[in-house]
């Protein structure tokens, strides 16, 4: 299995981007995914995470009612919409598969926001 995220970019503070985990060489089907990002300077956290049926989603405090996680397992890809962006959403972003220690990791995409 390979993860493979984009939708990555630079925008301004009160913008949008969908980012996008794809699976090559298997299904998403098993377990959830989640995505993880990791500014500068800080530890990787947990940002969003759904269920492998969708019926559950979990999203960390600080993007609560700006982000949506989705999943489409007939295209093995996991969405992560974010709107309202903040500066402090800079970071990569990691989406996970899996369950650790053999859960699977993407390269991971880059989302700036800045004015």
């Known amino acids: 299995l390979q993860l493979v995220e984009s939708g990555g970019g630079s925008v301004q503070p009160g913008g949008s981007l969908t980012l996008s985990c794809g699976a090559s060489?298997?299904?998403?089907?098993?377990?959830?995914v989640s995505w993880f990002r990791q500014a500068p300077g800080k530890d990787r956290e947990q940002v969003s995470c759904v269920s492998k049926t969708a019926e559950n989603t979990f999203y960390v405090d600080s993007v609560k009612g700006r982000f949506t996680i989705s999943r489409d397992n007939a295209k093995k890809t996991v969405y992560l919409q974010m709107n309202s962006l903040k500066p402090e959403d800079t970071a990569v972003y990691y989406c996970?598969?899996?369950?650790?220690?053999?859960?699977?990791w993407g390269q991971g995409t880059q989302v700036t926001v800045s004015s």
């Open positions: 996970n598969y899996g369950i650790s220690p053999n859960a699977f």
């Open positions: 060489g298997n299904t998403l089907d098993d377990y959830a």
